[in-house]
T-cell receptor, first 115, second 114 residues
Framework: EDQVTQSPEALRLQEGESSSLNCSYTVSGLRGLFWYRQDPGKGPEFLFTLYSAGEEKEKERLKATLTKKESFLHITAPKPEDSATYLCAVYLTGGSGGSNYKLTFGKGTLLTVNP | KAGVTQTPRYLIKTRGQQVTLSCSPISGHRSVSWYQQTPGQGLQFLFEYFSETQRNKGNFPGRFSGRQFSNSRSEMNVSTLELGDSALYLC?????????????FGPGTRLTVL
């Protein structure tokens, strides 16, 4: 069954302590993997789109990588303002053999960066 | 370029009532998708509209419905509200029909059902 799994559920870091978040997926025919950041009570903010294995994208202290089975969001020297929930998502088929796709999200990783 | 806007931002309703939420996509985007977000279930797909037609639907009861207008603005309606409908409702827009395009989210409408 197609699905998206994120780990860990929660991660607490000290300021400057680098780490990685994981997003594993099982889908036949990846049509894009998306990373979002969400602050409490707000809508998800787009970070990256990755389309093929080996692809990497960077933005400030964040770097996203993609393999055939998972994606990592690496956070280098995080700051307290990086605290948020990080969501990954992939397009899955709409079911019933249809060609329509729906963006399916993992449950997210709640990142807390302490000063 | 203005982002996705949603109105209202907050709503309080009682069980049995109905509610309509509105979403204006980014200019030039023709696809609008709706999601429900709750602490227990996370972000769940409701439906997607493209060119005024519903293209895809998630596993929600028929009480949840929507529509899209010729200017790509979309509305979502929930009838006969239940306590479990309390959630953050998010809409997202993209240029083309779902399948590979990046979706950009609005700030959401926080619905509380009493």
């Amino acid at each position: 069954e197609d699905q998206v799994t994120q780990s860990p559920e929660a991660l607490r870091l000290q300021e400057g302590e680098s780490s990685s978040l994981n997003c594993s997926y099982t889908v036949s025919g990846l049509r894009g993997l998306f990373w979002y950041r969400q602050d409490p009570g707000k809508g998800p903010e787009f970070l990256f789109t990755l389309y093929s294995a080996g692809e990497e994208k960077e933005k400030e202290r964040l770097k996203a990588t993609l393999t055939k089975k998972e994606s990592f969001l690496h956070i280098t020297a995080p700051k307290p303002e990086d605290s948020a929930t990080y969501l990954c998502a992939v397009y899955l088929t709409g079911g019933s053999g249809g060609s329509n796709y729906k963006l399916t999200f993992g449950k997210g990783t709640l990142l807390t960066v302490n000063p | 370029k203005a982002g996705v806007t949603q109105t209202p931002r907050y709503l309080i309703k009682t069980r049995g009532q109905q509610v309509t939420l509105s979403c204006s996509p980014i200019s030039g985007h023709r696809s609008v998708s709706w999601y429900q977000q709750t602490p227990g279930q996370g972000l769940q797909f409701l439906f997607e509209y493209f060119s005024e037609t519903q293209r895809n639907k998630g596993n929600f009861p028929g009480r949840f419905s929507g529509r899209q207008f010729s200017n790509s603005r979309s509305e979502m309606n929930v009838s006969t509200l239940e306590l479990g409908d309390s959630a953050l409702y998010l809409c997202a827009s993209s240029k083309g029909q779902g399948g590979a395009d990046t979706q950009y989210f609005g700030p959401g409408t926080r619905l509380t059902v009493l």
